[in-house]
């Protein structure tokens, strides 16, 4: 009963819940983009390279035989994947930058006091040297 317990409290723990929502919420931006790069982004590429859709590209190692389906290599869908993975890791470098930068603006130490100025340090001395007789 001690394991379910220790993992009850692991799992309620501020870190863990935020790890959790942030994995869905990375799935979800993994979706968008995905529909982003394959329904937006690559139509056009593909049109402006003869109509080409990546998707179709692939290079067939064993054609079909009766029942078996053939063997291929999907270059095209392997290419389509990339450009998924880049844009999604430019979106994310993109708003860590934006989260570190705005973190940099709270951790601004406040600016330390001027130098006195001579006038002040002479009367400083003055004072001290008052004090001493």
Do not use: C, H, W
Not at 3 to 8: D, N, S
């Amino acid at each position: 009963m001690s394991y379910l317990k220790e993992f009850k409290e692991f799992a309620m723990k501020g870190s863990v819940m935020d790890m959790a929502v942030g994995i869905i919420i990375g799935v979800a931006f993994g979706k968008i983009i995905s529909s982003f790069v394959s329904d937006i982004l690559m139509p056009p590429i593909g049109v402006l390279l003869g109509g080409v859709n990546f998707t179709e590209y692939k290079f067939t190692l064993v054609e079909a035989v009766g029942d078996t389906a053939a063997v291929t290599l999907n270059y095209g869908m392997f290419f389509q994947n990339v450009v998924d993975f880049l844009i999604i890791a430019a979106a994310i470098f993109m708003v860590i930058k934006l989260m570190n930068s705005a973190k940099k603006k709270e951790e601004v130490a406040p600016a330390a006091p001027p130098a006195p100025s001579n006038q002040e340090v002479l009367l400083g001395e003055i004072r001290d040297l008052l004090k001493k007789k």
